[in-house]
DNA sequence: TCCGGCTTGGGAAATTTGCCCGAGCTGCAA
DNA sequence: TTGCAGCTCGGGCAAATTTCCCAAGCCGGA
């Protein structure tokens, strides 16, 4: 049962921020078509006020403490594929975004766009289509992105081992002797595991292996 | 001059989401007293703005690109010792807390406070009163306690800074250029980080970001 | 005033990265 | 069976970065 009426787009807030959420909620009212019918301040909560109220659109940041968004995403997804996401965040790693597009959300805006693009990406989304700022299309393309599911599908089973042990902090020496592997055969690993991923950075790498829960922090 | 009027406030709003902002905005007007006369979205365009409207309070994020937060409430007071800084952010670091009092600003709110503790912060700033949200108060209660002092206390603010935004997954090049450094000086801090903190290896560097607040995964 | 710490960067050697390559293995499909 | 494709493993080499050491300016405290 959708809260939609025959004239208007019901959209659920998730920020873990209650005045950054107010201020969304002021911004989307304003438009007259767009309501906001719940909010929910972290990734466990989202689900609930989801079945609670099919709204038609999910606005959300996937930067929130406790589970991820990602993992937020997935959820909501997994029980109801018709579900609408918008990822409304302040990131803009072209990880993340496959990520979260990966995970099943139908929209990536960063908080640096115009209100005007926020709105408009929130009917876009509602009406099926898929939709990303300005931003965020520019970073996707620089990165000339590969058609996958998941980042680590793309990974093979050494690969994932060794950025596990990265992630956890090991150097690359202690890395090749704990798999009897040369420093030179880990480092091209590295350097594999990055170009694969589109990380462009070792901190990329390791929020990366965090958010696919390879490692913990 | 001051634009505030006989029953309001005038507030100058500072932060670089444009949404955001927006949103501050209709919070804060629908209060009656509360006035925005004027936004930046950059800490360089923070003070001009300041000159330009005199406004009584200034309510910025510490965490733009450009310019430190910080280094704008220097700027702001000291060409004008009676400004009212209310900073309002989403961080919630002892260091960063205290580094902003020192700078001058006279409240610290962050943003997972009621929009009701936002105002009212604003208000109690605006009569020259030192205002802060209750999870401020208590990360500074608690750091007054510990008798082991947060790793980040090694830190100074400026390697602080550039800590967040390498764990974010900037690039040392995307560092320089944002707090307008050379790429020299950035990668004197990131080995000077290493050598304080004790961190081998950058994953390590992002899991203690992590663990310390700086940084979200 | 002097000392110490922060900030900013230069310099130079050591190390790592980025990207190319080949070779041995396995599985899979024609 | 042959052959292709993908993973694993490493060499090579230029380019970039990291690692240290140093210096100068600034500011606050003793």
Redesign the interface.
């Known amino acids: 049962m959708s809260e939609v009426t025959a004239t208007g787009i019901s959209v659920l807030l998730v920020d873990?921020?209650?005045?950054?959420r107010?201020?969304?909620?002021?911004?989307l009212e304003?438009q007259g078509d767009l309501h906001v019918v719940a909010e929910a301040d972290n990734a466990a909560d989202a689900y609930g006020a989801f079945k609670a109220h099919d709204p038609d659109v999910v606005v959300l940041d996937i930067?929130?403490?406790g589970a991820s968004g990602l993992e937020a995403i997935r959820n909501i997804r997994a029980r109801s594929p018709r579900a609408r996401i918008l990822v409304f965040t302040?990131h803009n790693?072209a990880v993340l975004v496959k990520s979260a597009f990966g995970a099943g959300a139908s929209g990536f805006v960063t908080?640096?766009?115009?209100?005007s693009a926020?709105v408009n990406a929130i009917r876009s989304v509602a009406r099926g289509e898929r939709a990303m700022s300005d931003d965020i299309a520019h970073v996707l393309a620089e990165d000339s992105l590969s058609p996958t599911g998941s980042v680590l599908d793309q990974l093979g089973e050494r690969e994932i081992e060794i950025l596990r042990q990265?992630?956890?902090?090991?150097?690359t020496e202690e890395i090749a002797a704990h798999l009897n592997l040369s420093v030179k055969t880990v480092q091209n690993y590295h350097y594999l595991i990055k170009s694969k991923t589109g990380?462009?950075?070792?901190?990329?790498?390791?929020?990366l292996a965090?958010?696919c829960g390879l490692t913990r922090?």
């Open positions: 873990d921020h209650p005045i950054v107010q201020g969304y909620r002021r911004v304003s930067s929130m403490p302040m790693e908080k640096s766009s115009e209100p926020v990265f992630a956890g902090g090991s150097t990380a462009r950075t070792d901190a990329q790498l390791v929020r965090a958010t922090i």
